[in-house]
Each structure stands twice: as C-alpha cells, then as structure tokens.
C-alpha cells in the first residue's frame, strides 16, 4: 500500500508542476523573445524574379546586403566569426529569396563536396531558419553548401535540436569565387505553412559554418541554453497571399523477391507490382490534409546492422517512410529523449500501413496534428499456426496539441491510441516548458494509459502512469541538468519506443567549460569536464541500480575532439546486483579535406544475462570510421565494429560488425551507391546496390538489387544455419517511381 502511495504521489507532484504550466503564466518571469528594433529586417519587394544560379547580378541583390556580425555558438559562444558573411532577404508573389556572399581569404581551403541531399554537414555552409507562422513552434531549416548541395530540417520548440529527417521542395545555388562562395536561394510558399497578409512577420536566423575552424556562428546570436526558435530576429515581408496546396503525389513500386529452399532450388519468384498515391490539399495557407495509400515502400537502404547479442533493450531504428517523418514535428512530445521512454510517437511501430491520413496546421500561437493509419501486420498469415485474427487491421490514432506562451514556453497536450481485435490502448498526456530568468528552464510531462489484452486484462490506474520532470540552468561556463522519471509498472504507450516500465529514476548531470585563449594555443577550443549520476528504483523488485560518471571532453579545430569517461555502476538483474565498471576513449579529427577518421574503444565489464543465473564477463567494444572523399564526384566510408565478452578464459560472444557504402554522385540529381554489410556473429552478408535520381523530393526514380548471404549447411533435408559454406539465400530487385504534382 505504502509504495502504490509513493507511486501516485510521485506523478500528482509532476501533474501539479503540469498545472503550474498551464496556469501559472507571469510573462514577467519569463526570458522573453529578443526584441526588435535592430532585429527587424525589411525583405525586398521584387517583381522580377531573380535567377537561382550563384551569381547575384540580378537586380534585386544589388540592394544593400544586411552585414551582421555572426557570434560562435559551437566549439565556443561568443566569438566573432572572423570572415565576413552578408545577407539579402527578398520576395515576390510565390516565393522567399534568400542570398550569401561568404568571404574566406583562402578559398582553396573550403570544404565541400557533390553529394545527396542532407548529405553535406560536413561541408561549409550556410543556413537560414524560418519560423514561417510566428509562432515560435517550428522552424523550417534549409542548408546549402558551396557546390549548391541542399540539406533541410525543421526545429522544434520542444527540443533543442532539429529533425532532419524532413525534406521540403526549394531551389538552390551556389559558386565558388576567388574570395569564397555565394549562395541562393528560393523557398515556394506553397511548401511551407504561414499566415497570409499584407504584412507578415516570421522569425528567421541566419547560420554559417567554417569547416576547418571546427567554428559555427549565428545571427542573430544562439542565446546559451537556448534553441534556435528562441533566437530568432524577425522579418517583414509585404504581401503575401494565401497559397493553396493542392499536391498529387502517385507512386509505382515493382518488387521481385527469391527465397532459397534448397542448396539447388529457389522458391518460387514473389513479384508484386503495387500502386500508392499521396494527396496534400491545403485548406489554409497554414493547414494541410494528407491521405495516402499504401505508403509503406520508402527507404531505399536497408537498417544498418547492429550489435543484437546479449542486449538487455530493444534495439531503436528511426522512421524512414516520407509519409510519417513529414510534419512529425508537430507530434513531438516532450519526455527525456535518454531516458526509457525516448519518443511517444514513434510511427514504425505502424508496421505494414495500408493508409494513413494526416490534419496539420497552425491558428495564431495554437498548432495541432491528427495522425490515422491502418495497419495490417497483425493481421498477416502465420508460418507457423492459424492466426485467429487473420485479415484484420491495427488502427492507429494520434492527437497533438500545442499553444506557444512566448518564447519557447509553451503547453500541450497528446492522445494516442492502438486497437486490434479485442485489444486497445489510449494514452493521454500533457507537457510542457517554461523559461525563468533566462538561464533557466523547466520541462515537465505525465502520461497515462489504459489498455486491454489479447487476453482481456484491463490495467488502469495509478501504475499505468508515466512522469517526468527536468530543471535544465545553462550559462557560457556552467550547465547542470535535474531529471525526475515515474514509469508505472503497467504503463503500455502502443505508440512509443519504450524500454521499460516500473522504475523511478533520477539523473543529475553537469559540467563546467574552460574556454582556450586562441593566441597562446591555436588548435584547442575549449576543455569541459563532465560528471552524471544516475539512481533508479525498481518497482518489481524493490532493487536498486546507480551509475556515477565522469568525463573529460577536448574540443579542438578540424572537426576534431577526444572524450575521456570512467563509469562505475550498479545493476540489478534476476535478483543479483553487479558492480561493473566501464573505461571508454572517443575521438574523431577531419585529417584533410578528404579524410574524416573517427574512432572508440572501450574496456568494461558486463552482465552476461543469457546465462542463469546471470553473471558478470569482461569485454571490449572497438569501433572505426573512415570517411574518403578522394573526389568531389566520389565518397567511400566505411565503419567496422568489435564486441566481445568473456568470463573465466571463455569467450561467450564475439562480434565483428563491417560497413561499406560506396557513393558516386554524377550531378546533384543523379547517384549509384553500393552498401556492403557483415555480421561476423549471425554469419551473414548483406548488399545493397541503387541507382537514384531525385529531381526533387517525390519526383524520383529508384532502381535497386539486394542479396542476403548465410552460412548455411543442407543436412537430413533441412538447413542448419552457422554451418558449411556462405550463400546467398534471399535476393530481391525493386524499382520505384513517383511523380509529384503540384498545383
């Protein structure tokens, strides 16, 4: 009785402080967003539209350039950059315009290369960050390096970085000069959600990136502790109309896939020609409807391998589907992302999705997401077995709500939901964040779920919740983060990726950063030592686990820094407590322009919990990175991972992990890419090989072949795997195009 009280007690306190959030508001303590007056820029008004190559001979750059002064926010704040970057801001009836000139004294040593899209982060480049509706909830990030190559994502208030899985239809240029590049840019307005009017203020951020100087700036200014969407100048542009989107979006996926069934037989061929089709309409400037059918063949790269044996956790793998990561920003809800509840809303658990249909958009500071699928996984034909459920569909439902206070303050609220058959779940929450004197910041969600089994248990109640707290204080020298977790022992979230459940959990961690005087050494940006402690209570067994770490982190120049971390910690498993300690070295240097090598290694020790009962071996992980750009047409990078244990002289696992992508890009339409991957433990090969063009995003041709490879050997009539000699055991060919209509 007594721990059930702790239980509710524990999340009424973080429901409490989520009523203070939603009640409670005083702007008067709150930072506010940076005030205008020299942070208000005028866009020019231009009828002719300017040509996106690079150049900027058109007339509408020949106006003033805005010349700010960029502030470093990484490896070190507050430094002036020390090359010039101008700025023009401009736009027409359609579009936003955006231009670059970067001065560089010795241009020869620009890092950039011909790449895919969202490919070029370890280049120079620039960036601009438009908060198109104003609200503070979500900016749309677009990145172009010095050959034109784009990248693009979307900042979210909740979290401090950006979701780059998104991509946006935009045009760019750029040109290399004799004293360093140009960029262009222009942004349809029917790619991006805005209120319309005849004068219309959006926030907007500029960013550049010095490779070689390890050194990225800002303007204006990226506040400490603060987010991009908490930074933002704001820009006037004069007459903007109401763009409606109307998109088409249809797709045909070819696939051929073979199975082999005998040393001298394969099965036979499972081809499947299917037909899905996306519909956008946009009901407002700033509010969108999707529908799509059969959206689920979209990433044309298998998951890269990972280290599967003795994993105490699930394995995470991120959304790659194009239907899903669009917009999903608007579905983030905020829960400790290095917690056991990472994200809520992760969409592949809709395994198989036949449908899916989407409601975005924005009202003022109010911005909200519905989010339906069908999927029919579950439903599938067993191996093995009749499945009793055969041909029936899981429903997906999600519910997302958000109101900005001002800054990046603001309350929200979340549904989720999951039934199939006689099953279901609901899931509701809130968070939310507020901002206290600038320096600090506190975030704060509760969950609660109530579902019913396969086999009809009900669980609802005070164990069916989930609760976080995190004070966050960050200065120039000094940050230090709080963290309070509650996962009720019957907490089901269909929706999430979620670790584990009936724990309360602590987490203190800080650091202190010791800026280096460039003058005296040169190559050392700055060296910040780091400590975390961890507690977590177990609400099964009553045990408890601990973990105190340490780090010395160096941040240097050319891309370069070394981690140095002790660890000692305790874990419970199976009614036994392991002290185990970890010793680890991270590092990584950009040793030319065409070199990247990165590197870690740990000793540790670790419970090996296969066995029972379980006890403790000791390990090493290795892992190497290669990344080669011998031309600018040609990229190789290649990882190799090590895992080992062993206990008493025995080794119990050891595992090789190889990685080879092989990249040619043509233009920056046009690739052929071949993936090589081994898993020395599972005995297995796996290949990739594409051919891809990408016009622009949904205007695509895919073509692609891929084999998986066995150690296999055929005795009394069946396989038994691990043994004889490698084969290739599945092969499959798929091509796709699609072709996005815009009107």
């Given at each position: 009785?007594?721990?059930?009280?702790?239980?509710?007690?524990?999340?009424?306190?973080?429901?409490?402080?989520?009523?203070?959030?939603?009640?409670?508001?005083?702007?008067?303590?709150?930072?506010?967003?940076?005030?205008?007056?020299?942070?208000?820029?005028?866009?020019?008004?231009?009828?002719?539209?300017?040509?996106?190559?690079?150049?900027?001979?058109?007339?509408?750059?020949?106006?003033?350039?805005?010349?700010?002064?960029?502030?470093?926010?990484?490896?070190?704040?507050?430094?002036?950059?020390?090359?010039?970057?101008?700025?023009?801001?401009?736009?027409?009836?359609?579009?936003?315009?955006?231009?670059?000139?970067?001065?560089?004294?010795?241009?020869?040593?620009?890092?950039?290369?011909?790449?895919?899209?969202?490919?070029?982060?370890?280049?120079?480049?620039?960036?601009?960050?438009?908060?198109?509706?104003?609200?503070?909830?979500?900016?749309?990030?677009?990145?172009?390096?010095?050959?034109?190559?784009?990248?693009?994502?979307?900042?979210?208030?909740?979290?401090?970085?950006?979701?780059?899985?998104?991509?946006?239809?935009?045009?760019?240029?750029?040109?290399?000069?004799?004293?360093?590049?140009?960029?262009?840019?222009?942004?349809?307005?029917?790619?991006?959600?805005?209120?319309?009017?005849?004068?219309?203020?959006?926030?907007?951020?500029?960013?550049?990136?010095?490779?070689?100087?390890?050194?990225?700036?800002?303007?204006?200014?990226?506040?400490?502790?603060?987010?991009?969407?908490?930074?933002?100048?704001?820009?006037?542009?004069?007459?903007?109309?109401?763009?409606?989107?109307?998109?088409?979006?249809?797709?045909?996926?070819?696939?051929?896939?073979?199975?082999?069934?005998?040393?001298?037989?394969?099965?036979?061929?499972?081809?499947?020609?299917?037909?899905?089709?996306?519909?956008?309409?946009?009901?407002?400037?700033?509010?969108?409807?999707?529908?799509?059918?059969?959206?689920?063949?979209?990433?044309?790269?298998?998951?890269?391998?990972?280290?599967?044996?003795?994993?105490?956790?699930?394995?995470?793998?991120?959304?790659?589907?194009?239907?899903?990561?669009?917009?999903?920003?608007?579905?983030?809800?905020?829960?400790?992302?290095?917690?056991?509840?990472?994200?809520?809303?992760?969409?592949?658990?809709?395994?198989?999705?036949?449908?899916?249909?989407?409601?975005?958009?924005?009202?003022?500071?109010?911005?909200?997401?519905?989010?339906?699928?069908?999927?029919?996984?579950?439903?599938?034909?067993?191996?093995?077995?009749?499945?009793?459920?055969?041909?029936?569909?899981?429903?997906?439902?999600?519910?997302?709500?958000?109101?900005?206070?001002?800054?990046?303050?603001?309350?929200?609220?979340?549904?989720?939901?999951?039934?199939?058959?006689?099953?279901?779940?609901?899931?509701?929450?809130?968070?939310?964040?507020?901002?206290?004197?600038?320096?600090?910041?506190?975030?704060?969600?509760?969950?609660?779920?109530?579902?019913?089994?396969?086999?009809?248990?009900?669980?609802?109640?005070?164990?069916?919740?989930?609760?976080?707290?995190?004070?966050?204080?960050?200065?120039?020298?000094?940050?230090?983060?709080?963290?309070?977790?509650?996962?009720?022992?019957?907490?089901?979230?269909?929706?999430?990726?979620?670790?584990?459940?009936?724990?309360?959990?602590?987490?203190?961690?800080?650091?202190?950063?010791?800026?280096?005087?460039?003058?005296?050494?040169?190559?050392?940006?700055?060296?910040?030592?780091?400590?975390?402690?961890?507690y977590i209570h177990d609400l099964y067994t009553h045990m408890d686990d601990s973990l105190v770490s340490t780090s010395l982190n160096f941040q240097l120049i050319k891309e370069a820094y070394l981690i140095l971390t002790y660890q000692f910690s305790k874990e419970s498993w199976l009614g036994q407590t392991f002290d185990l300690n970890l010793f680890?070295?991270?590092?990584?240097?950009?040793?030319?322009?065409?070199?990247?090598?990165?590197?870690?290694?740990?000793?540790?020790?670790?419970?090996?919990?296969?066995?029972?009962?379980?006890?403790?071996?000791?390990?090493?992980?290795?892992?190497?990175?290669?990344?080669?750009?011998?031309?600018?047409?040609?990229?190789?990078?290649?990882?190799?991972?090590?895992?080992?244990?062993?206990?008493?002289?025995?080794?119990?696992?050891?595992?090789?992990?190889?990685?080879?992508?092989?990249?040619?890009?043509?233009?920056?339409?046009?690739?052929?890419?071949?993936?090589?991957?081994?898993?020395?433990?599972?005995?297995?090969?796996?290949?990739?090989?594409?051919?891809?063009?990408?016009?622009?995003?949904?205007?695509?041709?895919?073509?692609?072949?891929?084999?998986?490879?066995?150690?296999?050997?055929?005795?009394?009539?069946?396989?038994?795997?691990?043994?004889?000699?490698?084969?290739?055991?599945?092969?499959?060919?798929?091509?796709?195009?699609?072709?996005?209509?815009?009107?």
């Amino acid at each position: 009785m007594m721990r059930e009280h702790f239980n509710l007690g524990f999340t009424v306190i973080i429901g409490v402080v989520i009523v203070m959030l939603t009640g409670l508001w005083s702007p008067g303590i709150w930072a506010q967003s940076t005030a205008e007056g020299d942070n208000l820029i005028q866009a020019v008004k231009t009828k002719v539209k300017p040509k996106i190559d690079g150049v900027l001979d058109d007339p509408v750059w020949q106006s003033p350039a805005l010349k700010k002064t960029f502030i470093s926010y990484e490896p070190r704040y507050g430094d002036e950059l020390s090359m010039e970057t101008q700025v023009w801001v401009a736009n027409d009836s359609k579009n936003l315009y955006f231009a670059f000139q970067c001065s560089d004294p010795e241009p020869d040593k620009i890092k950039t290369s011909l790449t895919k899209r969202d490919n070029m982060f370890g280049d120079d480049w620039v960036s601009v960050s438009i908060d198109a509706a104003g609200a503070g909830q979500t900016a749309y990030t677009l990145y172009v390096n010095p050959n034109g190559i784009q990248g693009d994502g979307l900042a979210s208030g909740i979290s401090m970085s950006e979701d780059m899985s998104p991509d946006f239809v935009w045009d760019s240029a750029a040109k290399m000069t004799g004293n360093g590049y140009r960029v262009e840019i222009s942004l349809p307005l029917k790619s991006i959600s805005f209120k319309s009017g005849k004068e219309v203020k959006m926030g907007i951020l500029f960013r550049r990136k010095i490779n070689r100087l390890s050194c990225i700036g800002a303007w204006p200014d990226i506040k400490l502790n603060r987010a991009i969407l908490d930074s933002q100048a704001k820009v006037v542009f004069l007459d903007l109309k109401e763009q409606r989107k109307i998109e088409v979006l249809p797709s045909l996926t070819y696939t051929n896939n073979h199975d082999r069934v005998t040393p001298d037989t394969w099965a036979k061929t499972y081809d499947k020609l299917q037909f899905g089709i996306g519909l956008k309409y946009g009901i407002t400037s700033s509010i969108t409807a999707d529908l799509t059918y059969n959206p689920d063949f979209s990433q044309v790269e298998s998951d890269a391998f990972q280290v599967e044996v003795n994993q105490r956790y699930p394995l995470f793998y991120s959304e790659k589907r194009p239907f899903f990561m669009e917009g999903m920003d608007i579905f983030n809800f905020w829960t400790y992302i290095y917690g056991y509840l990472p994200t809520p809303v992760h969409t592949r658990q809709i395994v198989d999705p036949t449908w899916g249909a989407k409601l975005t958009g924005s009202i003022g500071n109010f911005s909200f997401g519905l989010l339906s699928a069908g999927d029919e996984f579950p439903g599938q034909k067993w191996d093995v077995g009749v499945n009793p459920n055969q041909d029936k569909q899981a429903f997906f439902g999600v519910a997302r709500g958000k109101y900005s206070l001002g800054s990046d303050n603001y309350v929200g609220f979340l549904y989720s939901g999951r039934g199939f058959a006689d099953e279901y779940n609901h899931v509701v929450g809130a968070d939310g964040a507020i901002r206290v004197a600038n320096k600090h910041r506190i975030r704060a969600s509760l969950i609660h779920s109530a579902s019913r089994d396969s086999e009809g248990k009900v669980t609802n109640g005070p164990d069916t919740n989930y609760g976080t707290f995190v004070y966050t204080y960050g200065s120039k020298v000094f940050q230090w983060v709080g963290v309070l977790e509650h996962f009720g022992r019957d907490l089901r979230v269909d929706s999430a990726f979620l670790q584990r459940t009936g724990i309360n959990m602590g987490r203190m961690w800080s650091t202190v950063n010791f800026y280096i005087d460039e003058k005296k050494i040169s190559w050392l940006k700055r060296i910040s030592p780091e400590i975390q402690a961890d507690y977590i209570h177990d609400l099964y067994t009553h045990m408890d686990d601990s973990l105190v770490s340490t780090s010395l982190n160096f941040q240097l120049i050319k891309e370069a820094y070394l981690i140095l971390t002790y660890q000692f910690s305790k874990e419970s498993w199976l009614g036994q407590t392991f002290d185990l300690n970890l010793f680890r070295v991270t590092g990584q240097v950009r040793l030319t322009n065409w070199l990247r090598v990165a590197a870690a290694a740990y000793r540790h020790e670790s419970i090996y919990y296969y066995a029972v009962p379980a006890f403790k071996g000791k390990g090493n992980i290795y892992k190497v990175i290669l990344d080669l750009q011998p031309s600018k047409n040609l990229n190789q990078y290649f990882s190799y991972t090590h895992n080992d244990l062993s206990s008493s002289g025995n080794k119990l696992y050891n595992v090789n992990l190889y990685y080879s992508k092989t990249t040619y890009q043509f233009n920056k339409y046009f690739y052929l890419r071949a993936v090589l991957q081994y898993d020395s433990y599972r005995e297995r090969v796996l290949t990739d090989f594409l051919a891809s063009f990408t016009l622009i995003p949904g205007t695509v041709l895919h073509v692609g072949y891929g084999g998986l490879y066995e150690n296999r050997d055929w005795v009394n009539n069946r396989w038994v795997i691990g043994e004889g000699d490698l084969i290739n055991i599945k092969r499959s060919f798929f091509a796709k195009v699609s072709y996005l209509w815009r009107f």
